[in-house]
């Protein structure tokens, strides 16, 4: 259907009508999807950080410790798991790499390098925790092989297709992703041939995010649109 708009011109009669045809906007393919990434829910809790006092020491994986890398140290989570962590306080976030044991201090369950601490803008609070292990990265790609585990610049983590990252480029740890990082960049969290995680940054083009329903809503709207 077509939509007509009468106008007035000085090089036309009075009693002249110009139609004008309003063009039409181009109609591309989808953008493609990204999702929020499941996580794993481990306990909350007060977190501190641990800093001069330690740097370049080893840690209980073997690595030497940083205090200017996002690591942190955690009772039990294996080496090599991301967790995520939130400060409601100040409504931060920050992604770490679990490199190191403790805290040793009860009710801390986390303990975190000073460089992550800093992002948080936190000395000792109590913090919201998620985490990403590495068997569920290898389970995810496991059972993928169109998307890619993701963490974007505020460490969002995501599931990600991979029709939708350009320009990968490897980095022989999460720390040195994290610094390479640009602001239009993501982490893509992958494995190496023996199975262990691996990092590297790549651009994103064009995606729609788009938010899966939760297993409770699923349900809801399932029984609404059952009969009686």
């Known amino acids: ?36 990434l499941d996580m794993d829910d481990i306990e909350d809790g007060m977190a501190s950080w641990y ?29 090599g798991t ?18 190191d044991r403790g805290p040793y201090i009860k009710p801390r369950v986390i303990d975190l390098s000073r460089a992550a601490a800093r992002t948080l803008k936190l000395g000792v609070g109590r913090v919201d925790l998620v985490a990403l292990r590495p068997e569920m990265v290898k389970d995810f790609y496991d059972n993928n092989d169109s998307t890619v585990v993701a963490l974007s610049a505020d460490f969002q983590p995501l599931e990600m297709p991979v029709v939708a990252t350009t320009d990968l480029v490897h980095h022989r740890s999460y720390s040195a992703a994290v610094r390479a990082m640009q602001c239009d960049e ?31 809503e699923l349900a809801s709207a399932q029984r609404a649109d059952s009969p009686n």
């Open 82 to 99: 991301i967790v995520v962590v939130e400060y409601p306080r100040t409504g931060e976030r920050v992604a770490v790499e679990i490199t």
């Open 186 to 216: 993501v982490i893509i969290v992958g494995l190496d041939e023996r199975d262990r995680p691996a990092y590297a940054t790549a651009k994103v083009k064009a995606i729609e995010m788009t938010s899966r329903p939760l297993a409770g």
């Open 51 to 79: 800093g001069p006092g330690f740097h370049g020491r080893r840690t209980a994986s073997g690595r030497r410790y940083d205090m200017d890398e996002l690591t942190a140290a955690h009772p039990t989570l294996p080496f």
């Open 1 to 36: 259907m077509s939509v007509s708009f009468l106008v007035e011109a000085r090089d036309v009669p009075a009693d002249a009508q110009v139609v004008i045809e309003p063009q039409m906007d181009f109609i591309g393919p989808p953008l493609p999807q990204a999702f929020a």
